[in-house]
């Protein structure tokens, strides 16, 4: 039986463009899909770093004026991954973050270079590359959620389609003028097609004409169909729900792996965690925090942002601090959280670490030296660092929703789930519930015994891709097995 064909859409692939999980995800579930008979090829943007770093690209096709200039469809490989790589220089090659100017602004043209990328995903789905036809069109966000619309307006014998939504928040939505300049017809801009409160937008496309549409956790697909969490999609997506699924994300177990990891100071397997201390010790001191044991050391990876709670956690400081813990944060995004969390830690040297930005290494040494994992989200659709938590032997701290619900059981649920506890959840997410939250933990973090079990049952649990991806495989088949 010849393997299932997927082209996956994906506006960044871990590792060679990352701003966030989407990168992760999109880089990973290729090579997992593997040992499930799928053989998938992703389509991304030909950014500086893609087009520098893919090995062996061969131009598969190109033409003259591609959404305003000159375009090449490129074929390479890079880390394992098979790639197509749509290299429109006007378009991608443009310094910094892929979606935003080195301003923090949103680019311009960003409804014609994401259709452009969705247009070129529909053209590979119609068999403009003859070695390599898919069975399944799998778009991810709205950066490619004009995918299945392009191959439903198109009119013609297609592949199925996927979209799977990453995070509701992020909708691309455009001015409705756009329709003419990426080749939509107008007929499309009506309240049952693309049409979204006057304008266009590029994940409603996806929602509406997609065959199947996955999300990364249980939880957060049952969310998303209520008028809050849908964040104007609640109606389309109750409508829809029959073919709406939540999978589950994984982690790349070989990138996140305590015994291998180059980027922690001391490596340590789940048999023995005597190394942890070691690592706690260098992250204090990487953070300009008091050298001790007897602290908890809370660590915090995230966007600085209101969606990941992040301004409860200031106001649960006090707590923090009353409690004789310390907190090491790395992130940024909102200025002003950036100002009040950098204030905190001058108010409070040795106490509290703060650095604004994003760093790998440190990211891996926070996993691997922090007693506890903060992730206070108001909403998160699965979240990728409690996964990485549970594999390095922190102990998540999170809220009750998406997949922090469904991937952390709380010390107080173990015996009625029949589950082993791994961690701690609050509700309803507001900063007293957080701070009582806290105070619970530091009492277990001081009765080492319940530590020690709840880090040996977090390194005990599976984050990897290796069931989630079967969960994919399953999807694409029946889809296939439908449409056939």
């Not at 499930?36 to 061969?58: C, F, K, Q, W």
């Not at 044991?293 to 915090?300: C, F, I, R, T």
Request: glycine share 10%; proline share 6%; charged share 20%.
């Amino acid at each position: 039986m010849r393997p299932v064909r997927v082209l996956a859409v994906a506006s960044e692939v871990y590792p060679i463009v990352k701003t966030g999980g989407l990168a992760d995800v999109a880089g990973a579930l290729p090579i997992a899909l593997k040992a499930h008979g799928v053989e998938m090829r992703t389509l991304m943007p030909g950014y500086p770093d893609v087009t520098r770093i893919v090995s062996n690209a061969e131009e598969i096709r190109s033409w003259p004026d591609y959404f305003g200039g000159p375009g090449r469809l490129l074929a390479g490989s890079h880390d394992g991954l098979d790639l197509f790589v749509l290299d429109v220089p006007h378009l991608y090659a443009r310094p910094g973050n892929p979606y935003v100017t080195t301003e923090g602004v949103d680019w311009p043209d960003n409804g014609v270079r994401f259709a452009a990328l969705s247009r070129i995903a529909a053209d590979i789905g119609h068999g403009l590359v003859p070695a390599f036809v898919p069975d399944v069109v799998h778009a991810h966000d709205w950066q490619a959620g004009l995918a299945p619309a392009y191959l439903h307006y198109d009119n013609r014998p297609r592949p199925g389609t996927v979209m799977t939504i990453h995070n509701m928040a992020y909708q691309g939505k455009f001015a409705p003028e756009l329709i003419g300049a990426i080749g939509l017809p107008w007929h499309a801009f009506n309240v049952n097609e693309i049409e979204y409160f006057g304008g266009i937008s590029f994940l409603k496309a996806g929602l509406q004409y997609a065959d199947r549409i996955s999300t990364v956790s249980p939880t957060y697909a049952q969310e998303i169909q209520s008028d809050e969490g849908g964040m104007g999609f609640g109606g389309l997506l109750r409508a829809r729900a029959n073919v709406l699924s939540g999978i589950l994300n994984g982690i790349d177990i070989s990138v996140w792996n305590p015994q291998d990891d180059a980027h922690i100071a001391y490596r340590y397997g789940a048999e023995d965690l005597t190394f942890r201390a070691a690592n706690k010790a260098v992250l204090q001191q990487q953070f300009n925090l008091d050298s001790s044991d007897e602290a908890p050391l809370l660590g915090v990876i995230s966007r600085l942002s209101w969606q990941k709670g992040l301004d409860l956690l200031l106001e649960a400081i006090p707590t923090i601090l009353a409690e004789g813990m310390q907190l090491a944060l790395l992130g940024s995004g909102d200025r002003d959280l950036q100002d009040r969390y950098q204030a905190a830690a001058r108010a409070n040297p040795g106490r509290i670490g703060v650095v604004i930005g994003y760093d790998e290494i440190l990211a891996h040494l926070l996993q691997a030296g922090s007693d506890a994992l903060i992730v206070p989200s108001r909403f998160e659709p699965c979240g990728l660092t409690q996964l990485c938590a549970l594999r390095y032997g922190a102990v998540p701290i999170v809220s009750r929703v998406g997949g922090l619900e469904d991937t952390i059981v709380d010390i107080s649920e173990a015996d009625a789930a029949n589950r082993d506890a791994t961690g701690f959840k609050f509700a309803p997410v507001t900063a007293e519930a957080l701070a009582g939250t806290l105070r619970k933990a530091n009492t277990a973090f001081h009765d080492k015994p319940t530590w020690r079990q709840l880090q040996r049952h977090g390194l005990a649990t599976d984050v990897s891709w290796r069931n989630r991806a079967g969960d994919y495989a399953a999807l694409y088949r029946g889809l296939m097995a439908e449409r056939a």
